[in-house]
């Protein structure tokens, strides 16, 4: 085998840039579509509970009574089947993904860290994106 | 005769993408017999139809298997539109078969990867595996995630996908066949990948048909079938022919499936060029009835989805027969005689995919 | 769009003869699977050609029955054999590999047989 058969391939990794990223100093860039975590506006919700009752893994939790929405990050798939029956529109998809957490939490209510020391706009205040570290 | 001493193969080793345990009984370096142990990885997958309904099946059914993810959830669709008697719209059918052909190219580079890191020649595994990234970032761009992609419902699609990201996917593809055809030439035209795959596991046409071989492992030994050639689901607009080769040894196999990525890039062409425009889904109301078989063609070979429903919003029984299954029984054949430095090569020919065959 | 399933009937009796005169026609086994409901329970056999056309049986079983294994016909059929028998609990004598009950390691012995039916009572979801 002579230097003809893999020796563009060689050029082009010589001199071309590297296909890694060098995480997590450099954060990933996600596309518009990346199906991250989902999104809660308690604004225009009106505790239908539908959304419990359709998410495959039971993630998020309705308490009609006191209006309280729950979801736990850790079961939540990202299918995003519960948006699609939402009829208010209080749920959406972003692309930020809940970053790995290092400690035991209830499972309810977990704090997360940030990717390289940002914050995630718009998730001050959600169930599962607090501000204080543990 | 020689000392008789049994090699316990696996379910940790190197080589192998998933879990599978072989006994293997060795006379002198030579392998006389070869009992299989599999069971590892079962979830039992289908007895969950007694507790999600028919809709969230759909999700479960993709988890099956991370590298053929996309071609269960499109068959779990598949088999429901038949229990309904539904049809999906022409858009829908044509981005199907586009996702299921990216599915294909993905899950044989991933082998290749593989094949390339069981000889030892590492740097082909990594090439073979960057040109991967590339159609796992259209599967992002399209559909949200790289590896399960959550876009096949029962009566149609999740999701659309823009003109302006089509003509990006045909762009990308065509940028990637030259550096393809490099790949393609170290595989096929470098001595030592030929000194270690030729000859190896032969098998002729008949006895790759009666003992139940699936997909690659038929077409590498001369026969013709490819699932695909049914004519169903949007396939019956493209033309094509199954990609056969005639050696029936693991050279012949690694043809086939190089062949097939281009075959495939040529099919995703054609069905964007084809791409109607209209809706992307058909509304499905009430319960399904009845029973429906569907066959189809996966990365790996033909695979069978079975369902059974009674009127009420649960499946009664859900079944999926993967290819890797039926192609269990010809690997148990082929290993008889090799030398036990050849098993990683023999067991890494037939695509084993075990988290499919356990469910 | 697939149609749905259409299938012959076959009884235990004839089950091995038949597969033979599949065999002499050229058709292979492609799957073999067991269906427990609440009201039946069944097997289907399913044989395929080499020009993509297919036939399926239909066999009615009870629980606990013994059945002619056709792996004297088709090697391969031992494996689903085993996995019937391992999962749903039917006995099949005459298996060419019998692995008696350790082809998947499950926690309880034939797990499919327990049917919850979810119309029957409040079956929770997780």
Same mark, same amino acid.
């Given at each position: 085998m002579g230097l003809g058969v893999m020796g563009k391939t060689v050029m082009r990794n010589l001199f071309g840039k590297p296909a890694t990223v060098m995480y997590p100093v450099v954060k990933k860039e996600f596309y518009p579509t990346t199906r991250g975590s989902i999104l809660y506006d308690?604004?225009?919700?009106n505790y239908c509970t539908l959304c419990a009752k359709r998410c495959p893994s039971q993630a998020i939790t309705v308490d009609r009574a006191e209006k309280v929405w729950r979801i736990d990050r850790k079961r939540c798939l990202t299918c995003n089947f519960c948006i699609s029956v939402c009829n208010k529109d209080s749920l959406s998809c972003v692309q930020e993904y809940a970053a790995p957490v290092v400690k035991e939490f209830d499972s309810w209510l977990f704090q997360a860290e940030r990717i390289a020391g940002e914050k995630i706009e718009g998730l001050e205040g959600q169930e599962g994106f607090s501000d204080k570290d543990a | 005769m020689g000392k008789r001493t049994v090699v316990p193969f696996g379910p940790q080793h190197p080589v192998l993408p998933e879990p599978i345990h072989l006994d293997l009984v060795l006379e002198d370096e030579k392998v006389v017999e070869a009992i299989p142990s599999i069971g590892f990885v079962h979830r039992g997958l289908e007895k969950l139809v007694e507790k999600r309904d028919y809709q969230e099946m759909a999700y479960v059914s993709e988890r099956i298997c991370g590298i053929c993810s996309f071609v269960h959830g499109h068959g779990y669709c598949e088999t429901l539109e038949g229990l309904f008697q539904v049809e999906v719209p022409d858009? =829908?059918?044509?981005?199907?078969?586009?996702?299921? /052909?990216?599915?294909?190219?993905?899950?044989?580079?991933?082998?290749?990867?593989?094949? =390339?890191? =069981?000889?030892?020649? /590492?740097?082909?595994?990594?090439? =073979?595996?960057?040109?991967? /990234?590339?159609?796992?970032?259209?599967f992002e761009q399209t559909t949200g995630g790289r590896i399960i992609h959550s876009v096949c419902k029962v009566g149609g699609l999740w999701r659309d996908v823009p003109e302006d990201m089509l003509k990006k996917i045909v762009e990308t593809l065509e940028g990637m066949e030259g550096e393809l055809q490099e790949l393609a030439n170290v595989f096929l035209k470098d001595y030592t990948v030929q000194k270690r795959t030729q000859g190896l596991g032969k098998m002729s046409a008949e006895e790759a048909f009666e003992c139940g071989a699936m997909g690659p492992m038929l077409r590498g030994s001369g026969v013709a079938m490819d699932m695909r050639g049914l004519g169903q689901s949007g396939y019956e607009h493209l033309k094509f022919d199954p990609v056969v080769e005639q050696?029936?040894?693991c050279y012949a196999r690694t043809n086939v499936r190089i062949r097939e990525v281009f075959q495939s890039i040529d099919l995703i062409k054609q069905a964007i060029g084809l791409m109607p425009e209209g809706s992307i889904e058909n509304k499905v109301k009430g319960s399904p009835e009845g029973e429906c078989l569907v066959r189809m063609e996966q990365p790996r070979g033909q695979v069978i989805y079975y369902a059974k429903a009674n009127g009420t919003r649960h499946l009664e029984r859900f079944r999926v027969r993967t290819p890797t299954f039926a192609n269990i029984m010809p690997l148990l054949n082929m290993l008889p005689g090799c030398d036990l430095a050849d098993v990683p090569i023999l067991v890494l020919t037939i695509d084993p995919c075990i988290s499919c065959t356990e469910r | 769009m697939f149609e749905r399933l259409e299938t012959k009937s076959v009884d235990k009796a004839g089950l091995v003869e038949k597969a033979k005169e599949l065999r002499q026609d050229s058709y292979r086994l492609i799957q073999l699977h067991c269906v427990k409901t609440v009201t039946e329970m069944f097997l289907i056999y399913s044989f395929e050609k080499m020009d993509y056309e297919v036939v399926h049986y239909r066999?009615?079983?009870?629980?606990?029955?013994? +059945?002619? #294994?056709? #792996? #004297?016909?088709?090697?391969?059929?031992? +494996?689903?054999?085993?996995?019937t028998n391992e999962l749903f609990g039917l006995n099949i004598s005459g298996m060419a590999i019998d692995f008696k009950g350790t082809f998947y390691e499950t926690a309880k012995n034939h797990a499919f047989t327990d049917i919850v039916n979810p119309q029957d009572k409040k079956v929770s979801k997780s």
């Amino acid at each position: 085998m002579g230097l003809g058969v893999m020796g563009k391939t060689v050029m082009r990794n010589l001199f071309g840039k590297p296909a890694t990223v060098m995480y997590p100093v450099v954060k990933k860039e996600f596309y518009p579509t990346t199906r991250g975590s989902i999104l809660y506006d308690e604004s225009t919700c009106n505790y239908c509970t539908l959304c419990a009752k359709r998410c495959p893994s039971q993630a998020i939790t309705v308490d009609r009574a006191e209006k309280v929405w729950r979801i736990d990050r850790k079961r939540c798939l990202t299918c995003n089947f519960c948006i699609s029956v939402c009829n208010k529109d209080s749920l959406s998809c972003v692309q930020e993904y809940a970053a790995p957490v290092v400690k035991e939490f209830d499972s309810w209510l977990f704090q997360a860290e940030r990717i390289a020391g940002e914050k995630i706009e718009g998730l001050e205040g959600q169930e599962g994106f607090s501000d204080k570290d543990a | 005769m020689g000392k008789r001493t049994v090699v316990p193969f696996g379910p940790q080793h190197p080589v192998l993408p998933e879990p599978i345990h072989l006994d293997l009984v060795l006379e002198d370096e030579k392998v006389v017999e070869a009992i299989p142990s599999i069971g590892f990885v079962h979830r039992g997958l289908e007895k969950l139809v007694e507790k999600r309904d028919y809709q969230e099946m759909a999700y479960v059914s993709e988890r099956i298997c991370g590298i053929c993810s996309f071609v269960h959830g499109h068959g779990y669709c598949e088999t429901l539109e038949g229990l309904f008697q539904v049809e999906v719209p022409d858009r =829908a059918k044509f981005l199907r078969i586009m996702w299921g /052909e990216l599915s294909r190219m993905h899950s044989h580079l991933l082998w290749l990867g593989l094949m =390339a890191d =069981a000889f030892g020649f /590492e740097s082909l595994f990594m090439q =073979a595996w960057r040109l991967r /990234e590339k159609i796992l970032d259209i599967f992002e761009q399209t559909t949200g995630g790289r590896i399960i992609h959550s876009v096949c419902k029962v009566g149609g699609l999740w999701r659309d996908v823009p003109e302006d990201m089509l003509k990006k996917i045909v762009e990308t593809l065509e940028g990637m066949e030259g550096e393809l055809q490099e790949l393609a030439n170290v595989f096929l035209k470098d001595y030592t990948v030929q000194k270690r795959t030729q000859g190896l596991g032969k098998m002729s046409a008949e006895e790759a048909f009666e003992c139940g071989a699936m997909g690659p492992m038929l077409r590498g030994s001369g026969v013709a079938m490819d699932m695909r050639g049914l004519g169903q689901s949007g396939y019956e607009h493209l033309k094509f022919d199954p990609v056969v080769e005639q050696g029936g040894d693991c050279y012949a196999r690694t043809n086939v499936r190089i062949r097939e990525v281009f075959q495939s890039i040529d099919l995703i062409k054609q069905a964007i060029g084809l791409m109607p425009e209209g809706s992307i889904e058909n509304k499905v109301k009430g319960s399904p009835e009845g029973e429906c078989l569907v066959r189809m063609e996966q990365p790996r070979g033909q695979v069978i989805y079975y369902a059974k429903a009674n009127g009420t919003r649960h499946l009664e029984r859900f079944r999926v027969r993967t290819p890797t299954f039926a192609n269990i029984m010809p690997l148990l054949n082929m290993l008889p005689g090799c030398d036990l430095a050849d098993v990683p090569i023999l067991v890494l020919t037939i695509d084993p995919c075990i988290s499919c065959t356990e469910r | 769009m697939f149609e749905r399933l259409e299938t012959k009937s076959v009884d235990k009796a004839g089950l091995v003869e038949k597969a033979k005169e599949l065999r002499q026609d050229s058709y292979r086994l492609i799957q073999l699977h067991c269906v427990k409901t609440v009201t039946e329970m069944f097997l289907i056999y399913s044989f395929e050609k080499m020009d993509y056309e297919v036939v399926h049986y239909r066999m009615d079983v009870t629980e606990g029955e013994t +059945l002619p #294994s056709i #792996s #004297s016909v088709y090697t391969h059929a031992c +494996l689903y054999e085993n996995e019937t028998n391992e999962l749903f609990g039917l006995n099949i004598s005459g298996m060419a590999i019998d692995f008696k009950g350790t082809f998947y390691e499950t926690a309880k012995n034939h797990a499919f047989t327990d049917i919850v039916n979810p119309q029957d009572k409040k079956v929770s979801k997780s």
